[in-house]
């Protein structure tokens, strides 16, 4: 009897410390599954592009003066996961823009038509922190970051170019979603908002007179994009 007491307590014990280790099991299974969980490498890269055609009607001029510009966003953060889902790093914001202007005649001054083309380059170097939420594949995301901003151009019209650079701070933030098919690889779309001031050095050729001048400017830039993370 007391032998079968023995047998039936050491059984108790092995299924009451099975069910104290089970949930401790699958809660560290689960933690094991999140591809963003604590101490991996984080890395993304993501792409944007937009243009539009502007056509105004003017009194002034035979024609409709035509606007047209095009921009080329591209985004890329290398960071590390300090705690689960949050991710620590230098994030790099860069977006390219042309712009070209044609204006027609002037209603009887034939031969007065010119185009001018405007070709920029904003960039920003910033220190993010950027938190997903859930433990799933699919994470949505938010993210925000600030540092630095650099900013040049080349203007070009009859008789007249400039060309303009400088530096100051940027802000940004990220709100999207990302999706992973395994441990490593995932799928995100993010909108990105930038803030950046910059204080610009500007040479203008005026017909072979250089003229220096100096003026703050500030840019806000919103994108939608699209892109790859992958960490380890």
């Not at 059984?11 to 069910?19: A, E, W």
């Not at 790099?92 to 038509?113: Q, W, Y």
């Amino acid at each position: 009897m007391k032998s079968f007491l023995n047998k039936a307590m050491k059984i108790n014990f092995l299924v009451l410390m099975g069910l104290f280790f089970i949930p401790l099991t699958s809660h560290a299974q689960e933690e094991d599954n999140n591809p963003l969980r604590k101490g991996r490498i984080f890395t993304d890269f993501d792409f944007g592009l937009h243009s539009s055609d502007t056509n105004v009607a003017h009194e002034t001029f035979v024609s409709d003066i035509t606007v047209d510009n095009s921009s080329v966003d591209i985004d890329a953060l290398i960071g590390y996961t300090v705690l689960d889902n949050l991710v620590v790093g230098m994030n790099l914001f860069v977006e390219r823009d042309h712009n070209t202007t044609n204006l027609p005649d002037v209603i009887s001054l034939p031969g007065t038509a010119s185009t001018s083309t405007l070709n920029s380059t904003t960039a920003s170097y910033t220190l993010n922190a950027r938190y997903f939420i859930g433990k799933n594949d699919f994470k949505p995301f938010i993210g925000a970051g600030f540092g630095l901003a650099t900013y040049s151009e080349e203007s070009i019209e009859t008789g007249l170019t400039t060309f303009a650079k400088g530096t100051g701070t940027a802000f940004n933030t990220q709100l999207g979603a990302s999706y992973f098919i395994n441990d490593h690889i995932g799928f995100e779309f993010m909108y990105n908002y930038s803030s950046s001031s910059r204080d610009l050095e500007n040479d203008v050729n005026f017909n072979g007179t250089i003229v220096a001048q100096n003026n703050t400017t500030k840019t806000n830039t919103s994108a939608f994009m699209a892109g790859v993370i992958v960490v380890f």
